[in-house]
């Protein structure tokens, strides 16, 4: 079992940064893959970034590829997403989500695999 508990989200004109943060507790971070989803009003659950154990291997959507960056610091049970060059599409709640590598190997960007989740951050991006 993991515990994922984000942080950090807020709101920010267009243009602006923000850095998310992730905190674990529970079964050992280093054996969890980790990625970063968020959803939009009326819109489907999105995967952003994922990383990998070691956090030598990111993945991101295109829509984000060169504007975030997904990071973990397994020594401190913590994951983070520093989103930078913010637009209004950006506006969403954030969720930090894990699953062990035993179900398989990490990079997906599909909801499916994870199955613990933490309970989400708002972000607004204003024009």
């Known amino acids: 079992q993991v515990q994922l508990v984000e942080s950090g989200g807020g709101s920010v004109q267009a243009g602006g940064s923000l850095r998310l943060s992730c905190a674990a507790s529970?079964?050992?971070?280093?054996?969890?893959?980790v990625a970063w989803f968020r959803q939009a009003p009326g819109k489907e659950r999105e995967g952003v970034a994922a990383i990998s154990t070691s956090g030598f291997t990111t993945w991101y959507s295109d829509s984000v590829k060169g504007r975030f960056t997904i990071s973990r610091e397994n020594t401190k049970n913590l994951a983070s997403l520093q989103m930078n060059t913010l637009t209004p599409e950006d506006t969403a709640i954030y969720y930090c989500?894990?699953?062990?590598?035993?179900?398989?190997?990490?990079?997906?960007?599909?909801?499916?695999?994870?199955?613990?989740w933490g309970q989400g951050t708002q972000v607004t991006v204003s024009s």
């Open positions: 989500a894990a699953y062990p590598t035993t179900v398989r190997s990490c990079g997906n960007l599909s909801p499916s695999p994870y199955n613990f």
């Open positions: 529970g079964d050992p971070f280093d054996h969890v893959c």
